[in-house]
Every structure is written in structure tokens, then in C-alpha cells.
């Protein structure tokens, strides 16, 4: 009772004040001498309270676990925007919600930027992402802000913050949403070779403008999720939710090779849902077998009018859907496959687009609120069935867990998760690291930092080489 009592005093969204280097981090037990390279972390961390600022909408906020042989080090900063940097000029906010200027902002004043949701690395750079601006590149050891990355002019407007990356190819496949401009129905599609050179990139209409958080890359196609978190300038006009929950609208979502052109785009449709996060998609046949987790009700909007979508619909679950190209049917399939209450999918990617036997995904208590309660970690085989299953003490919370391999010929699922964990008790975070075949035994090593780390959003391992 008195750790519940703990857990309803105290969360860990509210940003921290400051940026601090920790070159000698204390650590309980051991870490595994394999891990030598850094995990970066991206989530929201605003340097100034805003009137009506969503959580998505927070300042970016980088943190990085630096690892070199059984030793840990530490360093945060704030990526520097054009929006950080104004509003640090100006000692206050100068934004509130999705890239709006609150009233009394400069006139000239046009980029909302925040690059606060996933960071990746690929061809030789590392980028910070938010879903409504090109990716900003970062200083790997600094992380000092470099500016926006736009492929040599090939690119423009939005990108999402869930590129796939080819394990085969080392193509990089991306998306944006709002791609003619805000609150549109346009998406943009494209991708980045192995080299960082930008190959492709188009455009074309949705049924509806919707937030569209993540999307689907198999060996061959690509599958574009619409799902009704829609989207209306009209509402943002008017002072009401830009985004809201409109179930009426369905789900669709559109499959296209990936070789082939956004012309010949074919929609698929089903009941209503929300997913923010993609575990793993492959082919079967005619078939495409797609893993998330899946939402009755998008949790964090509300209706058009304001009011909350249904608490007890706004949980997450693993789901299977499941598309026939035969053409026999425009109708996917969703096939819950487990009624654990879970966010923040991940696998090893080096299967990624690939048929998966390991996954992997960070776990809620059901009696707390959805993005407050993430609590444990499960391990699923490639059907969904349960391997193992981590909990924390009560009232601590659990970010996404991120698998690193043992090596690079190591096979699937023979490495360690890495996940930020938030001691409520403490008010402080530790970095785990879980055998990742044997979540049950709890962490091989804890790296301690003297502060906490705010619930944020995504993150990745970068090797040393």
C-alpha cells in the first residue's frame, strides 16, 4: 500500500531543468563486456511551460548511455531547434501546441520544431526525429545540434520518426504525413540507400488528414496506416483539438510495393483503431502478416467536441493483422494475440520486414492510466506467445527496451535489452540491461544515475565500430 501510495504522488513526465555529463556512473552487478557503444535516447523535455502543449509537443531532449567494457558514462542535452534557440533567446515560450505561436509570439517567427521522438543512426549520421520536420542531425560524442539533414535538397517537408531500415539492403524506407502541409491528407514516401543518398521520394492522398505515427516495410511492400486520429485545420481555427478521435471514419490501410509506384496504392479497410507502434511485418504467400499494438480507442485525444475518448478502450494489446493480395478481399484482419496491456514494440533488427521468432515489448500495470504504469518488459515469440514476463517494483516504470545483439553473426535474439527504468522511491533512473532470452531473471546489471530520466519516447544502440 505504501509503494501505491508512492506511485499516485509522484510520475516522471514533468521535464528536468538541465543538462549534466556523468563520466563515472556507478554500476550493480555487471555489465556485459560486449556492450561497447552507446544507447541513445529522444523524448519530450520542454525548457518552458506552454499554454495547452500537448506532452507529444515538449522540447527534444537527448540522453546517452555511453558503455566501454563493464564501464558507463552519461551525457544529456537539449537539441537545439530553431524553436529552442528562439525561445531561449526570448526567456520564455513562444509555442504551445503542435507547431502553433502563442499570440504575443515575434511575427517572423515560423518553425515549431522539436525533434523530440526517436533517434537513429544510419550512413554515417545520427538523427534526431519528430514526425512534422526533416531529421536533425546530431554530434555522436557532443551532441551538439547540427542543423536539418535534407538528403541534398531531395527531401522536404515532413519525415517520419519511424523510418525502416532494410537489414538486407541497408535502405532506409520513410514517410511523412501532412506532406502538403498542415492538417492535409497528402503523405509523402520515400528512401535513402545504404550511402545516404536519397533514391526516391513522392507523393499522394490519403482517405482522410490523420496522424499517422508509424507504418509498415516488408522485404517487397510498404503499408500505410489511416487511422482515425484525424486531423482538421477547420477545428484548429477554431480553438479545438487540431487532432481528434472520429471513429466513424474507419481504419484503412494502403499497400503498395516497394519497387512499384504510390499510384498503384490498393486500401484495405477494417474497424476502427489506433496504433501508434509497429512490432514487425513479413510476407507469407499472398499474404503480409503485420504485428502492432493495437488500441479500441486513441488514448491521449479526445472527440472532435472535447470529450475523452473510453479509459477502458484506450489500452494497448499485441495484434496481429493480416492482409490477403489474392484479391479476394478489401477487409484485413485484427487478431488480438494477448490481453497484457503493452507499448513500445521492439525485435531484433536485423529481422526487421523478415519473418521474427523474438519480440519484445514494455508492459502496463492495468490498474494505472496507459502511459503511466508501463512497468515490465515481455518476451513473444514470432506468434505472440509469451516466453518470459519482467515486472518492477510498484510504482517504478519501464521505458522501450532495445535489443542489442551479441555480435553481429549472433543469432536472433541472442544479445541483451537495454531500457531506461524511472525508482519512483528514489525519484531517479537507472539504465537495466536484461539477458534478452531471459527477462525473468531481472537485469544482469544496473547503471545508476544520481537524477531521473523523464518517460519519453524512443531510443537505439550504436556499436562502438
Known amino acids: 500500500m505504501q509503494q501505491d501510495a508512492v506511485a499516485e504522488r509522484r510520475h516522471n513526465l514533468a521535464p528536468i531543468p538541465f543538462?549534466?555529463?556523468?563520466?563515472?556512473?556507478?554500476?550493480?552487478?555487471?555489465?556485459?563486456?560486449?556492450?561497447?557503444?552507446?544507447?541513445?535516447?529522444?523524448?519530450?523535455?520542454?525548457?518552458?511551460?506552454?499554454?495547452?502543449?500537448?506532452?507529444?509537443?515538449?522540447?527534444?531532449?537527448?540522453?546517452?548511455?555511453?558503455?566501454?567494457?563493464?564501464?558507463?558514462?552519461?551525457?544529456?542535452?537539449?537539441?537545439?531547434?530553431?524553436?529552442?534557440?528562439?525561445?531561449?533567446?526570448?526567456?520564455?515560450?513562444?509555442?504551445?501546441?503542435?507547431?502553433?505561436?502563442?499570440?504575443?509570439?515575434?511575427?517572423?517567427?515560423?518553425?515549431?520544431?522539436v525533434a523530440n521522438t526517436n533517434i537513429i543512426f544510419h550512413a554515417g549520421k545520427l538523427l534526431a526525429l519528430e514526425e512534422a520536420h526533416l531529421p536533425t542531425e546530431i554530434e555522436p560524442g557532443t551532441l551538439a545540434t547540427r542543423g536539418y539533414h535534407n538528403y541534398q535538397g531531395r527531401v522536404a517537408g515532413s519525415f517520419t520518426a519511424h523510418p525502416k531500415v532494410d537489414p538486407v539492403t541497408g535502405e532506409l524506407v520513410f514517410f511523412?504525413?501532412?506532406?502538403?502541409?498542415?492538417?492535409?491528407?497528402?503523405?509523402?514516401?520515400?528512401?535513402?540507400?545504404?550511402?545516404?543518398?536519397?533514391?526516391?521520394?513522392?507523393?499522394?492522398?490519403?482517405?482522410?488528414?490523420?496522424?499517422?505515427?508509424?507504418?509498415?516495410?516488408?522485404?517487397n511492400h510498404v503499408l500505410f496506416p489511416i487511422l482515425p486520429v484525424t486531423g482538421s485545420m477547420e477545428r484548429a481555427m477554431s480553438g479545438r483539438p487540431p487532432y481528434a478521435w472520429e471513429p466513424d471514419k474507419g481504419a484503412y490501410v494502403g499497400v503498395v510495393k516497394r519497387k512499384g509506384s504510390a499510384k498503384d496504392i490498393v486500401w484495405f479497410r477494417a474497424e476502427a483503431c489506433y496504433v501508434f507502434h509497429v512490432m514487425n511485418a513479413w510476407e507469407d504467400g499472398d499474404r503480409i502478416i503485420a504485428d502492432v499494438m493495437q488500441f479500441e480507442e486513441a488514448p491521449l485525444f479526445t472527440h472532435p467536441d472535447g470529450t475523452p475518448t473510453d479509459p477502458k478502450k484506450s489500452f494497448a494489446r499485441h495484434c496481429r493483422w493480416t492482409f490477403d493480395l489474392s484479391g479476394n478481399t478489401d477487409r484485413f484482419q485484427q487478431t488480438y494475440l494477448d490481453d497484457l496491456t503493452g507499448e513500445f514494440p521492439r525485435i531484433d533488427d536485423r529481422r526487421a520486414g523478415l519473418m521474427n521468432r523474438h519480440g519484445w515489448y514494455a508492459c502496463a500495470n492495468p490498474r494505472l492510466p496507459m502511459f503511466g504504469a508501463l512497468s515490465g518488459i515481455v518476451h513473444v515469440d514470432g506468434n505472440g506467445k509469451r516466453l518470459g514476463h519482467y515486472l518492477l517494483p510498484a510504482g517504478d516504470t519501464i521505458s522501450e527496451p532495445v535489443f542489442v545483439e551479441r555480435s553481429t553473426d549472433a543469432a536472433e535474439g541472442d544479445g541483451w535489452l537495454l531500457a531506461v527504468v524511472w525508482r519512483a522511491r528514489e525519484n531517479r533512473s537507472d539504465l537495466a540491461a536484461f539477458n534478452a532470452t531471459d527477462v525473468e531473471a531481472g537485469p544482469v546489471a544496473l547503471v545508476q544515475l544520481g537524477h531521473r530520466v523523464p518517460d519519453g519516447f524512443h531510443g537505439n544502440w550504436v556499436g562502438a565500430q
Open 19 to 113: 543538462e549534466a555529463d556523468a563520466p563515472f556512473l556507478t554500476i550493480i552487478g555487471e555489465l556485459p563486456r560486449e556492450l561497447n557503444g552507446t544507447l541513445y535516447r529522444n523524448g519530450p523535455n520542454p525548457q518552458f511551460d506552454a499554454p495547452g502543449a500537448h506532452w507529444f509537443v515538449g522540447d527534444g531532449m537527448l540522453h546517452a548511455f555511453h558503455l566501454d567494457h563493464g564501464r558507463a558514462s552519461y551525457r544529456n542535452r537539449w537539441v537545439r531547434t530553431p524553436k529552442w534557440l528562439a525561445e531561449h533567446d526570448a526567456g520564455r515560450a513562444l509555442f504551445g501546441g503542435f507547431g502553433r505561436k502563442l499570440p504575443d509570439a515575434p511575427a517572423n517567427l515560423t518553425d515549431g520544431g
Open 176 to 219: 511523412g504525413y501532412n506532406a502538403a502541409g498542415p492538417l492535409t491528407p497528402a503523405l509523402s514516401y520515400g528512401s535513402i540507400d545504404a550511402s545516404g543518398k536519397a533514391t526516391r521520394f513522392e507523393r499522394f492522398e490519403a482517405p482522410y488528414a490523420s496522424m499517422v505515427h508509424d507504418f509498415i516495410v516488408t522485404a
